[in-house]
């Protein structure tokens, strides 16, 4: 029995220009474009191991130790794209093996709870379409494969590259020219550092895809984002990146998250994911920036109450000892010499704001997908190690 | 002494097309046209008596019992556009006394209590003209009045008149055409009902004029608001109140409290008026009108947290029904034969949401300014009885 292996890794990114509202909803066709920052992998990355071999007769996936059904439409659109390019190369050299006609094996796994309530799909996604990739060992670069990625989860196109990452949205019908391409890589401006304050909700959020139909058909304020917000902004980002402007980059991405949850609540029904904790969050950035005389600190949110605030290095022991003062009795500070901070701030917040926030995770800009030596999967093509 | 006195009440309004932007600040000229229904003022009114007098020096103000400072340029603003209508009055008979000339006693005060928040300046500023212009015997009309009372606060304008009221925002530098007209009288839908819910809330709110300024300055979203979003919704609401079709009210009432909401958070930095409780009634309201399969309850938030839900008597038993079973342990249902409520709803929301809540006011659509009968005033010209 052959087993043909391959293992990847890809990363999380937070979305600084957001994207919400799709004008195709089967290919995951944007309204508009976007752009991210791509996080270390060593916070958080998903591990995809894939095995392909004649004697699997059915497509396999396994995530987080738990074997998954891949009767989603959106996984399914994924692997027929990587079978049809694998077998493009096998049509032209009889000589590879038909790996696109050999069952899949799929093993995945986070490097991070899925109980902080980050959005994994980005780095799923990618970690599987880059593991695959990999294994048909397909020509194609990292824009062309982004593309089969965005049919898994939209952003996760995205996370085919590290540091300052655009998801042009396209023109084209069939989604051709809608892919992710690099701004900058991590080395241009590697002193981006992250601190996820990961926000406890007792209630259910609107699942994103469903959130974006009912705001793309309901808010009247949405069409002004998409054609005249947002390709300015998108312009302007980019340009504060490419001249590591900070001061341009942070106010643009907090005026996009504010806006993109603008549209949300604009939309009917309304749609809420910030919750008094975020806002009171938003509240002490701001504070911090105007004592400061100068935006050093950046806040963004995602479809979630869950804050991600950037920062440079060069700020971190004012910014963290912000976040430390109010936060010091949550989880995540291990990594940090946290008596280095500078915590004599005297911004005033809720003494009780750390009792809305259940974990902190302290990360930075990082690389793209990388190979993996580490492999989920034995030489029989099944999980190493299943956890339930 | 002779001492000339009148009183008069006026209603407080709740705006169901938000008046949201000043184009004009020192003449509360509005950047779009509003709408507002007139609530009841056996529930909430300003009581205000007037007297003027040669002997009195100064122009003085008691307001809910306390002598207050008459120093406001927006007080003074309409003081001085009073006494030059009275003039003119004076320079065509010189028989009638010169009150124009005279010191202004004024005594206001509120039926219901200022904590409870609700925003109390329509009223105090509608009540405050429509006495003097009483006593002054002005000949204009109450369109001509609102042009005065909405430079004391804008929204005030709308409280001259009762059941449903348009403030044209007009186009004039010098606002002589941005007045309160009315839609339609009380008798025109006189089954029309508001339940406030009043919001606890920690956080001092943002005040509506700086709140308002942030928005014009900063939010890319605010300029499609008034340019094209709301023009074309104060049309359709007046149709709506015209054709007595509350589905299509409620529906653009509660689209309007979104997209002015929306607006503030495309702020920078982001206005926040609705809190966790806020939104908890909100979607209890979509989830009532989805299970009747129609809109029978709309909600309206302005710069604060509380909720004003209407609706129409004929659906009080349910909507009331449904607000009494998370809400019976607030204050305010006294005037209600609560045991005739329909409570057997199964929609589910947070049992304590109710701690959320201090008190609902139970009221209706409801009459413009009257004359009062009861005076505040002695005939020295001062307050009956101070409180303190």
Redesign the interface.
């Known amino acids: 029995m052959t087993v043909y292996t391959a293992s990847a890794t890809a990363p999380v990114n937070i979305a600084t220009l957001k994207y919400w509202g799709k004008r195709d909803k089967s290919l995951n066709l944007p309204t508009n474009s976007s752009i991210s920052v791509t996080l270390s992998q060593n916070d958080l990355r998903t591990l995809t191991s894939v095995a392909a071999s004649e004697d699997f007769k059915e497509d396999k996936l396994w995530l987080n130790g738990k074997l998954e059904s891949l009767e989603s439409e959106r996984t399914k659109a994924c692997l027929a794209d990587l079978r049809s390019l694998r077998q493009e190369l096998e049509s032209k050299d009889s000589s590879i093996p038909k790996l696109s006609q050999f069952g899949l094996h799929i093993v995945s796994e986070n490097n991070f709870p899925t109980a902080a309530g980050l959005a994994s799909s980005a780095a799923g996604f990618a970690a599987l379409v880059v593991s695959i990739a990999k294994l048909y060992q397909l020509p194609q670069n990292m824009s062309e494969i982004s593309k089969i990625a965005r049919k898994g989860s939209g952003s996760a196109c995205r996370s085919l590259f590290g540091g300052y990452v655009a998801w042009e949205m396209g023109q084209e019908t069939n989604g051709e020219d809608s892919k992710a391409v690099e701004v900058a890589p991590l080395s241009h401006w590697p002193n981006m550092k992250a601190a996820i304050l990961v926000v406890s909700d007792?209630k259910k959020d609107t699942p994103s895809t469903s959130g974006m139909q009912t705001t793309v058909a309901t808010s009247?304020?949405f069409?002004?984002?998409i054609k005249?917000?947002v390709p300015k902004r998108f312009d302007e980002m980019k340009e504060s990146i490419l001249r590591k402007d900070f001061a341009t980059f942070g106010?643009l991405t907090?005026?996009d998250s504010?806006?993109f949850?603008?549209?949300c609540?604009?939309?009917?029904?309304?749609i809420?994911y910030l919750?008094?904790t975020s806002?009171k969050i938003?509240?002490l950035i701001?504070e911090l920036n105007k004592r400061e005389g100068k935006i050093i600190a950046a806040y963004t949110f995602d479809a979630g109450p869950n804050a991600v605030i950037y920062y440079e290095q060069e700020n971190e022991l004012k910014v963290l000892g912000l976040i430390y003062k109010y936060f010091n009795k949550v989880n995540g500070w291990e990594k940090l010499d946290t008596k280095t901070l500078d915590t004599s701030s005297d911004i005033q917040a809720?003494p009780e704001l750390y009792k809305g926030v259940s974990k902190i995770i302290l990360t930075e800009v990082g690389q793209g997908p990388q190979d993996s030596t580490e492999s989920l999967i034995n030489d029989k093509g099944l999980p190493k190690a299943v956890a339930n």
Chains 1, 2 share one sequence.
């Open positions: 007792d009247d304020l069409q002004w984002r005249e917000v106010d907090m005026k504010n806006s949850h603008a549209v609540l604009d939309s009917t029904p309304p809420f919750n008094d806002k938003i509240k701001h809720d």
